[in-house]
């Protein structure tokens, strides 16, 4: 059910960003909540930095911010519209959901390689781009997890 409103949170976001919303780029985010933090289960990482349902780290935002979306005007104007100002950028990373959606998809849109189609090459997208090989995570976690939740 948590997946299925994630979904749908999604869509709007990508409407309200004209974000393309093929399956595969939509599984992609989907999967990275359900490995990341089991949609949410987790919204501040135990002993560490990462925040929300995808556990991004404060300092990941504030490059994605500082590298990439001050240099792209439509970005920027949607920075400003979905970011709480009155909150700071930890804040926003743990409680604004369509903040979260929205750098989430802008971390993975600085990637040049294509999000890929079949479900274990996108686990392997992920462990490759987001979790990296200094990461715990594994591409058989990402595909179980999403199995799991995303019903």
């Known amino acids: 059910m948590i997946v299925k409103q994630l979904r749908s949170a999604i869509d709007d976001i990508f409407t309200l960003c004209n974000f393309q919303k093929s399956e595969n780029v939509i599984d992609l985010i989907v999967g990275t ?15 560490g930095p990462a925040c929300g349902i995808f556990q991004i780290e404060p300092n990941t935002a504030k490059d ?6 001050k240099y792209r005007e439509n970005l920027k104007e949607l920075h ?22 929205f750098i989430c998809r802008v971390f993975y849109l600085r990637i040049k390689e294509p999000v890929p ?11 490759k781009y987001y979790n990296t090989y200094l990461g715990k995570g594994t591409v058989e976690a990402f595909i179980n ?3 799991k939740l995303d019903v």
Do not use: R
């Not at 949410?40 to 990482?45: L, R, T, V």
């Not at 189609?117 to 462990?127: F, L």
């Open 33 to 47: 909540a359900c490995v990341e933090s089991e949609c949410g289960k987790y919204i501040k990482q135990i002993n």
């Open 64 to 69: 994605i911010q500082n590298n990439y979306i």
């Open 80 to 101: 400003n519209l979905l970011y709480i100002k009155k909150l700071t950028l930890e804040q926003n990373l743990m409680y604004n959901l369509a903040y979260q959606i």
């Open 117 to 127: 189609n079949d479900i274990k090459d996108i686990a392997n997208y992920w462990k």
């Open 145 to 147: 997890k999403k199995e």
